[in-house]
């Protein structure tokens, strides 16, 4: 079973930017296609990254220009870069396989305000 913990989420002003990461433990994330999902406060959890294996990456339209997703697979590591950040970009952010197969993690809260 893979585990997950992100880290990174902070208050930033709008347009500002912010680099989230994600620890996975277990031998098959190398393999894993991975994504970063986000949940606002009311919200239904919404996908926003992909990433495969090999590196090939899709995006949200909400996000596609301004976000983007890394893997480092040596490390176990997931991230998203994410910039020109906009108030509604707001969410607890988590990562997980893509479509979701491990237990969720904590997530990290990003927070785009004046």
């Known amino acids: 079973q893979v585990q997950l913990v992100e880290s990174g989420g902070n208050l930033v002003q709008p347009g500002g930017s912010l680099r989230l990461s994600c620890a996975a433990s277990?031998?098959?994330?190398?393999?894993?296609?991975m994504g970063w999902y986000r949940q606002a406060l009311g919200k239904q959890r919404e996908w926003v990254a992909t990433?495969?294996?090999?590196?090939?990456?899709i995006y949200a339209d909400s996000v596609k220009g301004r976000f983007t997703i890394s893997r480092d697979n040596a490390k176990n590591m997931v991230y998203l870069q994410m910039n020109s950040l906009k108030p509604e970009d707001t969410a607890v952010y988590y990562c997980?396989?893509?479509?979701?197969?491990?237990?969720w993690g904590q997530g990290t809260q990003v927070t785009v305000s004046n």
């Open positions: 277990g031998s098959i994330f190398s393999i894993a296609v």
């Open positions: 990433i495969t294996s090999g590196g090939t990456t």
């Open positions: 997980n396989g893509a479509p979701p197969l491990f237990q």
